[in-house]
């Protein structure tokens, strides 16, 4: 064991050298690297050839790259071909394919909604219909990452479905020819009175566009105060990130540095245009899942007043990611750098530091605050242009740290009730939704989730073999309202009004809208947080 451990570390690093050409093979003075490329090969010649298990020796340098790799950090890895066509998929935004979003239910692959003009919707495919066969092969236990491998495909090329739908009693044959699918990663409408929100999802090829071309729509709704939604955002494109903040800032502001040990990877990006609308009062949410390129955004418009930022301290992903291409169609993917707000403050949340919301939880006072200084304690503070404190110690602090809505304690009963039945519960909800659904073509956007429909779901469940106590469900109703309502408005209507069901008992989109309703400019917005912070406070010490 005791040579095992010792030579790991030289061994890796004789790896290096062998994957780079052998470069280090001719440097003087590195610790003896040819020895220890030697003994790698050696390792892997004994292990292939007498190892208990026969093992192919191209698995063992797999193995060995892959070992080097977990001891770096966990955002530098090797991209497979496989690996890297799906985060092209997510940076871009666009892929040959259907246009359906699936899961699995039940055992099989289930549509769960069409996307608007795209072969899927032209083709008729409905939501909660069942692909029980793909060119000719039973599909019948497929992951949805299975079937996304074979639904994707080239434009123009065919696929041979068969669907099973409610209320039909055979299957369906359908063929459907593969087109160029956009995925569009935002979302915009007038929320309140004057307010409009903007959801974006993650930065991809086309963020910056999407997001000005929704201000331009809301503002011509009469929009004079906007809420960016960044919540569960893991980020995207360094440059996406930077181009959404330069709608926001004057040309010429810093937007986000990144400092590394390689010369041509430290670099300052600044906003180049003027602001779409500088006068524009702005409320950015954030939370635990807000990453990256979330973080660069949260970060520069808070480091120059440009908007409040409500919700929970971000996640902390702060590193830049290079690629360089490898034989076989693979990549290294390999943290070459770390991004500092324009304040200085690094965003990147080293290994072991905890996150101030997870270490905070469950401590009494700290967990419940909602103030700023209460979640940081301890941490660097930093200045904004305007001399309003914020902190450092990685990810991004919002002004007014708020959770948000939690489970009533009948809820949470509700929650314990459903146990291991949750995936079944979950199914059964979702065919109680479709069916409903088609059940009501003529129905309203703005459907209210009624007594009668919440006893008929149970009865649903019921049958559905689901075990619950009605005394129990009753006291969840609004907990399974809200998720009722969302499941109807995915399968039944667009995006816009799915995302709206989704934030309702939406404590931290509540707290961004009353603020807004009261302030007519960014600076009045600041103030009306800091005596919002101080009442919170009041609240949380009993005062």
Known sequence: MRLKKSFWMPAAVGLIAIVSG???LQQGGQGNVYLQSRILQDVIRVVSDRYVEPLDPADLYDMAVEGLLDHLDPHTTILRPEDYSDLRLTTTGNYGGLGIRIDEKEGWIT?????????????GLQPGDRL??????NMSGWSPDEAVRVLRGPKGSPVELKIVRVGVPEPIPVR?????????????????????????????????????????RLKSQGMRA????????????????????????????????????????NETYF??????????????????????????????LQDHDRALVIGTPTFGKGSVQTLYPLAGGNY??????????????????????????????????????????SASIGAKVYFTDAGREVYGGGGITPDLILRADTMHTVEADFRRAIGEQAAAYSDAMFRFAVEYANDHPDLNPDFEITTAMLGQLFDWLIDAGIEVDRQVYDGARRLVGRNLGIQIATVAFDDEIATRRRLVIDRQLAAAAELLSQATSQRELFGLAAEHESDELAVVRGE
């Open 271 to 300: 906003a180049e245009h003027r602001p779409v609308e500088p006068d524009l009062p702005v409320v950015v949410l954030v939370n635990l899942y807000s990453a990256s390129a979330s973080e660069i955004v949260a970060g520069a």
């Open 111 to 123: 549509v769960v909604q069409t996307l608007p003009n795209t072969p899927a919707d032209r083709a």
């Open 132 to 137: 029980v066969e793909a060119d000719g092969v």
């Open 22 to 24: 052998g470069w280090l």
């Open 176 to 216: 459907i020819v593969r087109d160029d699918i956009h995925v569009e990663y935002v979302t915009g409408f007038m929320y309140d009175d004057g307010i409009g929100y903007i959801l974006q999802q993650q930065f991809s090829a086309r963020s910056a566009d999407e997001i000005r071309q929704e201000i331009a």
């Open 332 to 373: 290294l993917k390999i943290t070459t750098a770390k991004w500092y707000t324009p304040s200085g403050r690094s965003i990147h949340r080293e290994d072991g530091q905890p996150h101030p919301l997870i270490a905070s939880a469950g401590e009494g006072e700290v967990a419940a605050s909602t103030t700023g200084p």
């Open 226 to 265: 906007l809420i960016l939604d960044l919540r569960d955002n893991p980020g995207g494109l360094l440059e996406e990130g930077v181009a959404v903040s330069d709608l926001f800032l004057p040309g010429g502001s810093e937007v986000v540095e990144t400092r590394s040990r390689i010369p041509d990877q």
